[in-house]
Every structure is written in C-alpha cells, then in structure tokens.
C-alpha cells in the first residue's frame, strides 16, 4: 500500500522554487506502478549545485502540501508551488501525503550534498512531519557516494556524507551508488519500509486490565507459555508486540486494539 513520487536535486535560488513531483501521473501506486518509468527517469540536465536534503524539505512543506483554497482561473493566479485544479487553487504535491502512512525518503546522488542549512534544522522538519513520537514512521536512505568516493563503468561519484548522516540518524540503509546492481540496495530499503509494525499508539487511556489485541481477526494474547506477547506502557500509552511473542503483524495486517476506558472517580 504505497505512493511513490519522485523529485530532483535541484532548486532554484532565484525563485526558491523546487520539490515538485516529477513527470506524470505525480506519483504511482500499485494500480499503476508500471507507470514508475515515466517519473523516475529525471534526466541529467538539473542543476549542478546538488541540493537534495532542500530539494525533499520543500516537496514535503506545507507550500507544496497545501489543501485546496482560494478560486482561481489558471495556475498563476496561485502563485509559486500552487496550480489551479477544478478552480480552486492548491499545492502541487497537495494528496501525495497520507496521515496513516510511513514516509520513506531515499536520496540518489553522485554528489555531496550542497543544501544550505544545517542537517539538524532539515532533521527537525521531517521528524515533524510524523511526530517526534512516532520515530518508527520516518526514515531517510542514501544511495550515494561511499566515503573517499567511488567509480564505476558509469562514471564516478563523490561521498554523500550529508545524505549518510541522514539516513543514519533515522535508522535508513545506506549503499553506494557505484555498485552495478541496486536490486540488493532496494530490498534492504524495503524491508526497513514495510517492516513489521510493532508499536500502536492508543487514542484513549484504556483501562489496562481490559485490553484485547487480535491480527487478522485472531486473537492474540497477552502471554504464552510465561512469554508476554504484547505490553501496555501506561506513560506512553501505546501497545507494543514483543519480539519474543507469537504474535506478527505482517505488513498490511488488520491489528484491532480493543479496551474499556479508564475512569476516573471524582473527589467530593
């Protein structure tokens, strides 16, 4: 259950602009991944100042994201990073973002990094994108230059420290750009991507004692044979499947949490 959308590593001083999806359709899903083709293949004539950290900080800013809002006739009646859709003005990557949905970013370069500001600054703004509290919905991964560079049959590349310290700063992978094969490099970003979730964030305080868990309509329970399958962490509020249990929630599994809520008495 994915969407994949592509942008480059170029922005434009001049107009701040950059971070818009490339090609058409804007993104692909797996009703249409056959279309991938048509967005990934950006071409080599971009900007030689390489700015991807920027790049995917303004494809995923609120600009770019804005929902549907003033009326318009064409697209420059909306000003930068706003076209005119059915009449109403919206951001141009507005419906690729799903507020359910992990967010995956691989950066592809031959070149270092040349974003202007600060990792920590670029950090913040993705890791808020999913909540501080969700750290498990956000990783970064480079398929970049290794340190000291590489070359290949292709060509070269530099080291892309600043993408590295990207991904290793939110559990992504890493692989070198020079290698001839990225299919072992793309299965280990998958496995990171849709890796089993094991931690649920409940909406309401649950009386503790109350709670049930099933996956896939089976009911999973709380201990086996003196190994606890799940726990309840009252101060984060979240239900966590343990490594040790039987119970597996594959990717695209239904995980129902069901509980009666905790009530608090009065004092008179």
């Known amino acids: 259950d994915y969407q994949i959308g592509v942008t480059t590593t170029t922005v434009s001083l001049l107009e701040l602009s950059g971070g818009v999806l490339f090609g058409s359709p804007p993104w692909v899903t797996n009703a249409n991944w056959e279309k991938f083709v048509n967005i990934v293949e950006v071409g080599v004539t971009g900007s030689g100042t390489e700015q991807g950290i920027w790049s995917a900080f303004i494809a995923t800013g609120e600009t770019l994201n804005s929902p549907p809002g003033d009326l318009c006739e064409a697209d420059h009646d909306c000003g930068l990073n706003r076209g005119c859709v059915d009449g109403v003005c919206q951001g141009l990557n507005?419906?690729?973002?799903?507020?359910?949905?992990?967010?995956?970013?691989?950066?592809?370069?031959d070149e270092e990094d040349q974003s202007p500001a600060e990792l920590e600054e670029y950090l913040n703004h993705f890791r808020g994108i999913k909540g501080y509290d969700h750290p498990e919905l956000l990783h970064m991964h480079a398929i970049v230059g290794p340190p000291g560079g590489c070359s290949s049959a292709n060509g070269s590349a530099s080291a892309g420290l600043r993408y590295m310290n990207m991904a290793e700063a939110t559990g992504g992978a890493v692989y070198s750009i020079c290698e001839l094969d990225f299919a072992k490099g793309l299965e280990g970003i998958g496995e990171i991507a849709f890796a089993a979730k094991m931690e649920y964030t409940l909406t309401q305080i649950p009386a503790p004692t109350t709670i049930t868990v099933t996956i896939e309509g089976l009911p999973c329970p709380s201990m086996t044979g003196g190994i606890f399958n799940w726990v309840y962490d009252a101060e984060d509020n979240t239900v966590t499947l343990t490594e040790e249990g039987i119970c597996i929630a594959g990717s695209g599994d239904e995980v129902l949490i069901h509980y009666d809520l905790l009530c608090y008495a009065e004092a008179d």
Not at 94 to 109: K, P, Q, T, W
């Open 94 to 109: 507005y419906g690729f973002f799903r507020e359910d949905a992990a967010l995956e970013i691989v950066f592809v370069s």
